[in-house]
Every structure is written in C-alpha cells, then in structure tokens.
C-alpha cells in the first residue's frame, strides 16, 4: 500500500497516542499480563491501529503498534495483531461514528460479566457518562468476527459506550480511542462501587427523568467550552 505523507504522519501519530493509551490500562489496573487492546480508526481511510498480539505491556512501543485495514488484514507492522482484531475491524465497519475500541479484563466489570447481569443505574455518574445501565452482550468465542458482531447488536441505539461480554470482558467505544478508554476506567469504577452496594443492601435505581437530565447536562455542558469565534488559549 503506498501512503501520501499525510497519511504517514497520521498514523505515526496515531501509533504513538494508542502505545501511550495501553500504559493507561496498566496504570487503572484494567488487565494483567498481555491481556486487553487499544485501537483507533485512521481517520478518513479504511484503516486502524491496533496492539499486537501477546506482547508484554512493558515493551509496546509506537513502533510496534500494528496497521491494519477493517478486515483485519495486516498492512504494516512487524508483529501478529491482536487476538481480538477481528471484533474491532467489525465495530469500525459497522458504527462508522466510532473512532476507538478498547478491551479489558477488569475485575469487578469481568464478575458482572461472569453473571450475564447488566449493571444498573443507581449512580449519577453512571448517568453521566453511560446514560443508563452497563448491558451485557451475548457470549462469543475468540477468532472471528462474533465479538464484532455482539458488541455492535447490543450498542446499536444505546447510550451506554461500554458493553460487558457474557463470559468474557469489557468492550468501550469511543470517537477517539482516548474516549474508549476514559469509558474503560469509568466502567470498571462503577462496577466496583455497585457491587460493593450489593453487599449492603439492594441499590436503588435513579428515575429515567433524572438520568436523562444528567445525561444531557454531562454530555453538553460540563467541561470547558471554546467560545464562539475565539481561539484556544
């Protein structure tokens, strides 16, 4: 594949952003050993970035990021590609708004997984940031695209930008793949805290009127905004 010398700044860049994301999985404890993988879309092309496969967290480099095309093919790159490519080359072709696919093995998420029991909305943060319950997708094995396939049928309409895998682990999506993990992190804290809450008592879920109001104030007001017509600084 010849690439322009845009493409090829892009991608060096992007390979640099997902080797520096992994370190972000070890540091908020969502894997162990060389479990778990970040991706990013190439923007405007039919491309992605992905971690190899069964490489030690401790040596990913962005020089050892893998570029593949959304059939998972292998278009530069010293290394196999993850076990798990097939699922993100599916979620890119299939949710073209998606920029980044992330997967962990957290634990308190992977035990909600283990029931095939969504996490309910009992917290606002929960409403900020997932807009309702975690849910579950179906149980798929390791190789082809059923993963793919699983995460796109249970996101497709939902609010939620993580889905736990029945039997399997977290799967984030985000328009960037720094979203996908921010959605990583948030969905392994959440899953902590209610499990915890289970060990009290029954949580109580917030009213659909409260989420929905938080959801939007969270999605469309909180942070900083740039002003119209003025530039950053």
Sequence with gaps: MTMT????????????QVAALHAELVRYQLVVWTAGNVSARVPGHDLMIIKPSGVSYDDLTPESMILCDLDGNVVEGDHSPSSDTAAHAYVYRAMPGVGGVVHTHSTYACAWAARHEPIPCVLTAMADEFGGEIPVGPFALIGDDSIGRGIVETLSGHRSPAVLMAGHGVFTIGKDARAAVKAAVMCEDVARSVHISRQLGEPRPIAQEHIDRLYDRYQNVYGQRQASGLGSS
Excluded: C, N, P
Aim: proline share 0%.
């Design 5 to 16: 010398a845009a493409l090829v700044g892009t991608v060096r860049d992007l390979r640099e």
